[in-house]
């Protein structure tokens, strides 16, 4: 009968190891998406498992290959799911570049950049601007308050928002189609 602190005879763990250790490596690679570290990690746990389990070299197979790679992938699944269950970390450098929520300072630069460039507008686009973001209407509201058609409205507009795409590069999402 053994006791819960018996271990695995040295002998038989590097006889097991030796044995079994190449296939099991290169089945844990497998398992780990190629990463070869990873799988060593998990060899190394696979073994220390049969070292704490003398009682596995007592079971009726033949090869302990078997019980050698269950185990294994047993580990491998765990690990993963353990990985998943973590959130992403993120390094220093992400943190040191992120801006700080609380400083306004960033935000009160945004809107000086934006509030000149709005008024380098021809009144007439920043007229249709004023109506159609600020004031939250329709092209055809918008044409109806200005007194100008909608099809006005949407070439003022477009241009009106090129303009300060040209005006504001650092604010840009997506780059501009040449002009025709």
Not at 35 to 40: I, L, S, T
Not at 60 to 70: A, D, G, I, K
Not at 121 to 150: C, D, K
Request: proline share 7%.
């Amino acid at each position: 009968m053994t006791t819960a602190t018996a271990t695995t005879d040295e002998r038989a763990l590097v006889e097991l190891q030796r044995e079994h250790g190449p296939a099991l490596l290169s089945f844990l690679v497998g398992l780990t998406y190629g990463d070869q570290q990873r799988a060593e990690d998990l060899l190394q746990e696979t073994l220390l498992r049969a070292w704490q389990h003398p009682e596995a070299f007592d079971a009726p197979y033949e090869s302990m290959r078997p019980w050698l790679f269950t185990v294994g992938r047993r580990l491998a699944i765990d690990a993963r799911r353990s990985r998943l269950a973590r959130p992403t970390e993120i390094g220093d450098g992400i943190l040191a570049a992120t801006p700080d929520p609380s400083d306004v300072t960033d935000r009160a630069v945004a809107v000086l950049d934006v509030r000149a460039a709005v008024r380098s507008l021809s009144p007439e686009h920043r007229a249709v601007l004023v109506q159609i973001y600020f004031h939250g209407r329709s092209v055809a509201e918008a044409a109806q308050a200005l007194g100008i058609p909608a099809g006005t409205v949407k070439s003022r507009s477009y241009y009106a928002l090129r303009a300060l795409a040209r005006c504001l590069p650092g604010y840009s999402r997506t780059p501009l189609p040449a002009a025709a």
